[in-house]
């Protein structure tokens, strides 16, 4: 896993020195992302720039050195990321003398054989790069089919700079840094900025499975070479005619070969194992084809409403991995949260960040790449809401709204505190996880007008986001796309969609590759291989869910090699007690962020719902974290990177 990052300048005055100058203050921002070595290439005839940071995974030699030029001369590549069919690829681009084995060799002479576009459609794995086609002067980026990679872009005073993360566009002279008050607005409501935007006026995402081409005019263009949406609405209208039987096999099969090509690897390799269906699945695939234990990492906490480490480590024990754990503590989450803003730089409030973090430092210890279950829950349905979701819209929408209204009221006249010990009284394998929080949610979404509000509403952290940052607008993003109905009728389904479309990205992904990155830890996500995810989208809803419980067909697979005892268990997630943990170790820190002094520093969010949400959050009343950690990491990082308004 690599960092990269480029300029391409309008004037064409500036030497080789500055040019190599200003990259490798870029490229320095990226050390984290490659330790293991740093590279940059210039053409002061083009005022054009690439720098590159170095993780070395295969290919340790000076051969997968980067930026590399093709054997023809034409190109110039800096490239992040691992293609998993590499081998195959090399057999069908003759006449090649190559120069060692790398990955980033493979893209690079494939896309000079083949073009751009027809490459990309033959790739299995992660990736971003920036390829310089020194002919035509024209410069194309690409990214992944699920955005597991993450790759920015846009222009500075004059400058078009892209980058892996924003703290290397920081590190450039032209970088302006200007806060996008809608963009904000976005990651009130849904914790992560949403692509295509970021934080920064002029500066974007690339979406996954898209690549963009500045010509030497300066025009730029864009344009899929895969589509998520066009595959959910082929899936959805032809869904494959298999029974059970076939079904499982044939997942069984594409998952231990998406594993299999994700333990390709010239250094230690591991998994992180969290005891739930898809981590298990991945450890239990990777385990399977091993001589040896793999070994495996989880995360405790002393709360057993959050804590899964002993079914990791049962799961562990069954297959024989080489399993270690770490227990976190308040304190330990205290001597995280001052680095979030740096390892995220741009805004972000997925609280299980924290946790994220501390599993790849505990694996970094021992591996330089290890293996998640990331996606399972989009690809083959698994979330809780997916469920409460689909039977809402299907039992409560023909309601009159004024009736559901009713019944919302109704849900929210019992504080959280008083729904939890309604539900105490359940034995505990019914009962479900912080359930006043979820009745409380039910009651939210009950009004709503639609089954794409009721979605939104799922999703949604400050549901008035311009009351929270006056004067921001909505961003267009596929969760207010209403035209999602036609392609993908099946509400379920539909959800499912938005989420591969929006939070998989743009939240888990994005916490993934910042937390793991951070240390230097290279994690492959062997379930969003774009090829798992295309067979997921072609099977009818059956092999999906059945018998009330999601990733129906991924939990058979499992079945075959762990017993059922030890994964038939309510979902859990990755979470972190951190409403109780704000009430307590916490406080101090956030009240000196929440305070209305602080929140006037920035001039940016409205202090009174924020401190009657502090509040109310203090009293015990309502559980109000994830509203306010929202806002806690948007201050965190405004304190630290200071942008213009």
């Known amino acids: ?91 069908e681009i003759p006449g090649i003398a190559w120069r060692g084995h790398s990955d980033t060799e493979v893209v690079l002479e494939a896309c000079a054989a083949l073009g751009v576009e027809s490459a990309l459609k033959k790739f299995v794995g992660m990736f971003a790069f920036a390829l310089w086609d020194r002919q035509t002067r024209t410069l194309y980026l690409a990214r992944d089919q699920l955005g597991i990679k993450p790759l920015y872009w846009g222009r500075q005073g004059g400058v078009f700079l892209f980058a892996s993360e924003l703290k290397a566009m920081a590190a ?72 059970d039987g076939e079904a499982l096999d044939r997942a069984d099969a594409l998952l231990r070969d998406a594993v299999h090509r994700c333990m390709v690897s010239d250094v230690p390799l591991g998994a992180l194992l969290s005891g739930g269906i898809d981590s298990s699945t991945v ?67 997925d609280s299980s ?13 021992h591996v330089t790449v290890a293996l998640s279950g990331d996606g399972g829950d989009e690809v083959f349905a698994g979330y809780t809401r997916y469920f409460w979701g689909d039977l809402l819209a299907r039992r409560t929408m023909p309601w009159p709204r004024a009736l559901r209204q009713g019944a919302s009221r109704l849900l929210s006249s019992l504080s959280e505190d008083c729904w939890e010990r309604l539900f105490s009284v359940l034995p505990a394998s019914m009962l479900p996880t912080r359930p006043g929080q979820k009745i409380h949610k039910l009651a939210n ?20 986001p311009a009351a929270i940052v006056p004067g921001a607008r909505e961003i267009a993003t596929p969760i207010w796309d209403d035209g999602l109905r036609a392609d993908v009728p099946a509400f379920m389904e539909r959800m499912q969609l938005l989420d591969s479309l929006t939070y998989l990205p743009d939240d888990i992904l994005t916490k993934v590759d910042r937390a793991s990155m951070a240390v230097s830890l290279e994690v492959r996500v062997p379930l969003l291989d774009h090829r798992v995810v295309e067979f997921a989208w072609s099977l009818p809803r059956r092999m999906r869910v059945r018998d009330g419980q999601g990733k129906w067909l991924l939990r058979k697979v ?58 109310l959050h203090l009293s015990g009343n309502r559980d109000l974290a994830t509203e306010l950690w929202t806002v806690l990491m948007f201050q965190a990082w405004h304190e630290k990177w200071k942008p213009s308004v």
């Not at 480029?6 to 490229?27: I, K, N, P, Q, W």
């Not at 979404?445 to 008035?464: S, Y």
């Open 353 to 365: 960040q924290i946790p994220t973090y501390l599993v790849s430092s505990l694996a970094r210890d």
């Open 445 to 464: 979404v009950l009004a709503q007008a639609d089954d794409m509000a009721l979605f939104r509403r799922l999703v949604t952290v400050w549901e008035n």
């Open 1 to 91: 896993m690599c960092g990269i990052v480029g300029a391409l300048y309008s004037s064409r005055d500036l030497s080789r020195e500055t040019l190599e100058a200003h990259v490798a203050a870029m490229a320095g921002a990226l050390d984290h992302r490659g330790p293991d070595a740093r590279g940059a290439w210039t053409d002061e005839t083009a005022g054009i720039a690439f720098g590159h940071t170095r993780l070395s995974i295969v290919d340790l030699s000076a051969a997968g050195a980067q930026p590399m030029a093709s054997a023809c001369g034409r190109y110039v590549i800096s490239y992040n990321g691992e293609i998993y069919n590499a081998a195959e690829l090399r057999e």
């Open 283 to 349: 450890a239990a695939l990777m385990q399977a084809t091993s001589a040896a234990p793999v070994r495996t990492f989880s995360i405790g906490f002393s709360n057993p409403r959050y804590n899964e480490a002993p079914y990791a480590a049962a799961i562990a024990r069954h297959l024989g991995t080489d399993h270690r754990e770490l227990y976190v503590d308040p304190d330990q989450a205290l001597d995280v949260i001052p680095g979030l803003p740096d390892k995220y730089d741009e805004p972000f409030a």
């Open 558 to 615: 499992l079945e075959r090699y762990v017993p059922t005892a030890l994964i038939d268990r309510p979902k859990m997630g990755f979470g972190i007690p951190l409403g109780s943990w704000l009430r307590g170790p916490l406080r101090d820190w956030a009240e000196s962020l929440l305070s209305a002094e602080a929140l006037g520093r920035s001039g940016l969010l409205a202090p009174k719902p924020v401190r009657a949400a502090w509040d």
């Open 172 to 243: 450039h002279p032209a970088f302006v840094g200007e806060l996008d008050r809608d963009a904000l607005g976005a990651f009130m409501r849904l914790n992560y900025v949403p692509a295509p935007a970021s934080i920064y006026r002029g500066i974007r995402k690339l979406e996954p499975g898209q690549y963009l081409t500045l010509a030497d005019s300066g025009e730029e263009t864009s344009a899929p070479y895969w589509n998520l949406r066009e595959v959910a609405r082929c899936g959805q209208a032809a869904p494959a005619d298999m029974d």
